[in-house]
């Protein structure tokens, strides 16, 4: 799905947990996701917390597209 | 580690008013099992039931298939942290009854238990169609949550292991296995030419009901560790995972172990098999780069020459199977990887979810995704209630026939990552 929109000319942030199978299979704007069953949140925490969580995860993607990156990069904190 | 592991062959199974083993055959009374189940408040009750080799019998959903044994002699007792204390078991002398096995089945989750068939197409793909099976359906009380139950049928199972197993004691074995590893010095000065082999074992450790225990530690919560690979024939390594069924290890192949008997049928020989450690296969990447890092580094301070390393499940846990090939691989000892394959119905996509160039030497228990046509059979024990919602099935397996068309993932065992089946490629 990344490789093919990238293709189709349209800018594309992977957010997924194991980073290193996007990397094996060449995503080029890669953010970390919290945990398998969870990408996206994290249940641990209460409601508050997690809505925060969750909208850094968020901007940090939307930051990530917005930048230019030559080959692959994984936007660590 | 010395471990004398006596077999007693077990060549049928029949109720009866006595519980008794007597020339080969195990006689069970119902009565005398069942306390050992309902002592768990969360269990309302329990039936048993009997299924031989070749009977048109099929056992679904399946949750652990478990082999009955009882310490004779030596440190701690079986299931450590279960039915025993946490002693540091796997030496002075085991019994276990071979050619039976208890198997715990009924609905947990559903979706996530596996097939048995003791006949037909199915019965050729898992291992557990070849024991006499005596089978266990748990019923739970009202309101209990699914994590609670999968735990209470877990533990009732290995408690009724325990205790079948206890009709063993004092009984004489048919034949008698000697398993025994060397120190760490030992080992180097008494076969200095033989190459260090040890033996790499991935926990399935996912979470939601994807767990396995060590000496009653969720192996989540371990960093890797170094086991002599006599513990685990005394269960310290059990199972708390059942789905996808077909590439999961129930812990009677914990307790019989595959590449344990083949490296301990070389050690003196043609190798030194110097230890098992177990890794596990968590849900976070930091966890899958801790636990890989830890791996490779007891590899490199064990002065390995090599490893086998095997899997259990499948798609993110392809990516610490990678990463401990690569990174052992990177210490300078050599790696065997086992695993199985996703590959699509036709067989033709990609294996694995990741890969690298240091996985030179796979081995495969063949393709999960391999579709099968499942004969009607006369009886169920436990229920068809969810046999189009299993892991590998669709909402078109039961056909109007009473046939079922599945993907080998349904059947427990099928595809193997420890070698436990069958199935494999050249």
Request: negative net charge; proline residues 5%; aromatic residues 4%.
């Amino acid at each position: 799905m990344v490789k093919e929109l990238e293709r189709a000319g349209l800018p594309v942030v992977h957010v997924c947990t194991v980073t290193p199978i996007s990397l094996t299979v060449v995503a080029n704007t890669i953010v970390p996701a919290i945990a398998i069953p969870h990408p996206l949140g994290n249940p641990a925490l209460d409601k508050t917390e997690e809505k925060a969580l969750r909208r850094k995860l968020v901007m940090k993607a939307l930051s990530a597209l917005q930048t230019e990156v030559d080959g692959q990069k994984v936007f660590e904190d | 580690m010395r471990l004398e592991l006596g077999k007693i062959n077990i060549t049928d199974i029949r109720f009866a008013k006595e519980s008794k083993i007597e020339q080969g055959v195990l006689y069970i009374d119902p009565d005398y099992l069942k306390p050992v189940v309902l002592e768990d408040e969360k269990i309302r009750d329990v039936v048993f039931d009997i299924a031989k080799p070749g009977e048109s019998v099929r056992i679904t959903p399946v949750k652990d298939v478990i082999e009955p044994r009882v310490k004779v002699e030596g440190r701690g007792g079986v299931f450590p942290g279960w039915t025993s204390k946490v002693d540091t078991v796997g030496s002075g002398r085991t019994l276990a009854l071979k050619g039976m096995a208890v198997v715990t089945a009924g609905k947990i989750v559903g979706f996530q238990e596996g097939i048995i068939d003791m006949t037909g197409t199915g019965a050729k793909y898992t291992p557990f169609s070849k024991t006499l099976n005596l089978c266990m359906v748990c019923e739970p009380v009202e309101g209990l949550k699914q994590h609670d139950y999968e735990a209470a049928v877990r533990k009732a199972g290995f408690r009724v292991a325990a205790k079948i197993g206890e009709l063993a004691r004092g009984l004489e074995a048919d034949e008698i296995c000697v398993y025994e590893t060397c120190g760490i010095r030992e080992g180097i000065e008494k076969y200095p030419d033989l190459p260090r082999v040890a033996y790499v074992s991935m926990l399935q450790t996912q979470g939601l009901l994807h767990d396995t225990y060590v000496y009653g530690v969720d192996a989540k919560q371990i960093i890797p560790t170094i086991l002599s690979p006599t513990e685990i024939m005394d269960g310290a390594v059990v199972s708390g995972n059942c789905v996808s069924a077909c590439d999961k290890n129930p812990t009677y192949i914990h307790q019989n172990n595959p590449v344990v008997e083949d490296l301990f049928a070389q050690h003196g020989k043609t190798l030194n098999f110097v230890c098992q450690i177990i890794t596990n296969e968590n849900v976070y990447l930091a966890d899958k780069e801790r636990s890989s890092n830890m791996t490779a580094k007891l590899c490199r301070m064990l002065d390995l020459d090599g490893v086998v390393v095997t899997q259990e499940g499948f798609g993110n846990p392809d990516t610490d199977l990678i990463m401990n090939c690569k990174k052992i691989e990177a210490e300078g000892v050599k790696t065997v990887i086992v695993t199985d394959e996703y590959a699509g119905r036709d067989g033709k996509s990609q294996s694995l979810a990741d890969a690298d160039a240091a996985a030179d030497a796979v081995v495969t228990g063949g393709n999960a995704n391999e579709v099968v046509v499942l004969p009607k059979l006369d009886k169920v024990i436990g229920t068809l209630d969810y046999v189009n919602r299993i892991a590998g099935a669709s909402e078109d397996t039961l056909r109007p026939d009473g046939t079922l068309e599945v993907e080998l993932q349904v059947i427990t065992g099928a595809t193997n990552e420890m070698g436990f089946g069958t199935l494999s490629a050249r």
